[in-house]
């Protein structure tokens, strides 16, 4: 049983933790702060400290910069292992390498491809064949360091990066804990010079339907982008989210212009995209609403074809 320390925020963090707490002596978790949350901006706990706090993790750090307060606290520990999946923030090398064994990082891609902050996003949009998980060793460059396992998943035109991420965490957890379990034992190896590709954080404005995308670009904007930032429009004064689509045969065409309503069919709205490529929307959410099917909203809202989805800049308030 070894003594670990445990990095992590976000939801995709939590199996991890769970996993190895039931097979590690987990010291103490570093999360984010907590944040304002909802209408009533009540300070809301991430994840992973409130399943930190469920476990009895005797040690519990939320700090908003890793400054010499803790530190100091953190360097007092005696640790084996330090372990960060999803945390959001650059750790100092002084902290990376405290514990006995180093620090790893579960990270969702197969590196070297896609280092950064949105892996599975950028799979999903560049229609990469695969994504998976790497298990490494925190370094000061960005995810370059030596790698200690990597498992593939396959990853399907249809795929949602946020139902990915949930597979990819489960996944992740195994594999972490195997490396864990034998760490004295493995020597990670160095990941190679080429196929290299960066990503970083995904912004708002990303999500703004733009009349220069193909139906291809937009299927897998929707898939990436899902739930947050969405794909979003402004249609008739609101904003329309799109949130699932289905591709057409690529002989049918439009001969609108782009991000035009071309009709509508059983299985939803018939949307004009760049280079006259035709997508079918079969699931959208008006603002303030919730989410459903495109047929419904099409014939609620009383569509007129040849209707278009503006990309109008004031969508993004």
Known sequence: MKR????????DAVPALMTLASHHRILSVVTSPDKPCGRGCRLTPSPVKEVALSLGIPRVFTPERLDEEFRRLYLDEELDIGVVVSYGKMIPTSLLDHPRWGTLNLHFSLLPRWRGASPVESAVLNGDA?????VMRLVKELDAGPLFCRRSLPLGRNDFAEELRIGL???GAEETLSVVDRIENLSPVEQPGEGITLCGKI??????????WTALQLHRRIRAFTPWPSVYTL??????????SELLEETERSGLPPSRVVGTDKRGILLSCAQG???RITQVKPECKKAMSARDFAQGARLLCGEEWTSCLTSQK
């Not at 249609?235 to 699932?244: A, V």
């Open 277 to 279: 490529t035709l997508l």
């Open 130 to 134: 695969e994504t998976g998980i790497t």
């Open 169 to 171: 965490a489960e996944i």
């Open 4 to 11: 670990v320390s445990f990095w992590g925020s976000s939801v």
């Open 203 to 212: 912004g708002r404005e990303e999500g703004l339907l733009s009349p220069l």
């Open 235 to 244: 249609f008739r004064g609101k904003r329309l989210q799109l949130t699932n």
